[in-house]
């Protein structure tokens, strides 16, 4: 088929190439000139593990092209994917002035029938709201709009793409069903199914799942709170409910809280959605609220052990807001980065990806290290904000002769609490006890 993908992002990116490598002629069209002018001298412009193979490999075989000319793109594409932001308004509802300012130079230029999809994670109803912006300018018969939201994770995109759990289809059109199930098909041999339903159904599907897995990271933070108050241990109890098959084993770590660039805004863009239609989701407000302080809970421990934070100077380790991603949006560790420079302290940073994102942000408040170890001379002590492999194993002799005191703030549970006693560092974790504490952060 041919294909164009509108907006080369995460999601569009990953999308146009992986069509391409089913065979599929696919021109991805974006409006930022030096975007596209990289990917057409074959750089790919995000860090996704895998992406760079394929991207080569499509490019070189002729199937994967670039433009910012959206009518030239969309000429001979039989259907259109949107994956363009949607990023909260100011009232947090998701701000559609991307997805429907295409819809509306679409309407302008379409001559014969496509199939307009929708990829972008999009509140219900948006999909009407598609086919009357088209509608201002093109024949009705000239396409059908479909919901197709997407559902992978940064850092594992590719894979995620390439084999489906399911694949989610919005439409009421018999003929556009037909079409998407031909495209689909390559991606589901296993079995795994592609779910047809209605547009706002399956618009809905994409928020419900996301503020799913948002409340149960959420419950399990609010948990491993309670654990470091009662003297409970989180890891023990995450196996003991994860073993229970009704629960799964999966988003149940505990942490400083989710970002990225879907749970926070997704979230909040399903209560915004909920108040308009006159229905308070109260279990969304609260995950809203507790992932909020979960974000700097690790800043008390930190003051719990050093005092007063002025002056003290503090390694960071991972700025990416989850490994395995160079994205940084909503991600946790800018959260405690701004904490700690209220507070009067300094932070030297390495994340393996993230940096380039981070010092066109924050360069002037903080510093960079070329690596993990240079990131750890002369500082007070190390916090770990993302739980890269790298930091999974480090040489901690070298730690601790490179911090002025053994002492690290960890909050993703990268270590066990024997070892880290054995090794005589004080560490402080979530949800569970605190090793070698001066002070008592836990009661
Ligand atoms: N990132 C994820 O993991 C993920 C996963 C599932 C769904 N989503 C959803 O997919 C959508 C896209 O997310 P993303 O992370 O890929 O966004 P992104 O910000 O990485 O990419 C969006 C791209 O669209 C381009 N763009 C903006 N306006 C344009 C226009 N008028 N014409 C052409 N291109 C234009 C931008 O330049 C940018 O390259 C969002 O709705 C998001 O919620 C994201």
């Not at 164009?4 to 490598?21: I, K, Q, S």
């Not at 039989?78 to 130079?105: C, H, M, N, R, W």
């Not at 086919?131 to 000239?142: E, G, P, Y």
Request: glycine content about 8%; some cysteine.
């Amino acid at each position: 088929m041919n294909i164009a993908v509108v907006g080369t992002g995460y999601v569009g990116l990953v999308t146009g190439t992986c069509f391409a490598e089913t065979g599929n002629h696919v021109i991805c069209v974006d409006i930022d000139a030096n975007k596209v002018q990289m990917m057409k001298d074959g750089k790919v412009p995000i860090y996704e593990p895998h992406l760079d193979v394929l991207f080569e490999r499509n490019i070189r075989q002729g199937r994967l092209h670039f433009t910012t000319d959206l009518a030239s793109a969309i000429k001979d594409a039989q259907i259109i994917f949107l994956a363009l932001p949607t990023p909260p308004g100011e009232d947090g509802s998701a701000d559609l002035k991307y997805v429907l300012g295409v819809a509306d130079d679409l309407g302008r230029i379409i001559t014969d029938y496509k199939v307009i999809v929708d990829k972008s994670t999009v509140p219900v109803g948006t999909s009407e709201k598609v086919h009357a912006a088209l509608a201002k300018h093109a024949k009705t018969d000239l396409f059908d709009v479909v919901s197709n939201p997407e559902f992978l994770r940064e850092g594992f995109a590719v894979d995620d793409f390439l084999k489906p759990d399911r694949v989610v289809v919005g439409t009421s059109s018999a003929r556009a069903q037909k079409v998407m199930e031909d495209l689909y098909k390559p991606f589901v041999r296993q079995g795994n199914p592609i779910i047809f339903m209605d547009e706002r159904s399956a618009e809905l599907t994409k928020y419900a799942a996301n503020a799913f897995l948002a409340t149960k990271i959420t419950f399990m933070n609010e948990i491993a709170n309670f654990c470091e108050r009662v003297g409970a241990d989180v890891d023990k109890v995450r196996i003991g409910i994860g073993t229970d098959s009704r629960i799964g084993k999966r988003f149940l770590f505990p942490g400083i809280g989710y970002g990225g660039s879907c749970f926070p805004k997704d979230v909040q863009a399903l209560a915004k959605s909920g108040n308009d239609a006159g229905y308070e989701f109260q279990i969304i407000k609260a995950v809203m609220e507790v992932n909020e302080d979960q974000k700097t809970s690790i800043i008390p421990k930190i003051k719990s052990q050093f005092g007063d934070l002025k002056g003290k100077h503090f390694a960071l380790w991972g700025l990416a807001f989850k490994p395995d991603t160079d994205d940084i949006r909503e991600a946790p560790a800018l959260y405690v980065i701004d904490e700690l420079v209220a507070a009067g302290a300094t932070v030297t940073a390495f994340d393996p990806e993230a940096m380039p994102n981070v010092k066109k942000l924050k360069g002037d408040k903080m510093n960079f290290a070329k690596d993990e170890y240079e990131a750890l001379q002369g500082a007070d002590a190390l916090i770990i904000a993302t739980e890269w492999s790298l930091f999974r194993t480090p040489d901690f002799k070298r730690v601790a002769e490179l911090l002025k005191e053994k002492t690290i703030f960890d909050g993703r549970n990268l270590y066990e609490l024997d070892e880290m006693e054995k090794l005589g560092f004080t560490y402080v974790s979530v949800g569970r006890q605190t090793v070698g504490a001066k002070k008592h952060v836990s009661a």
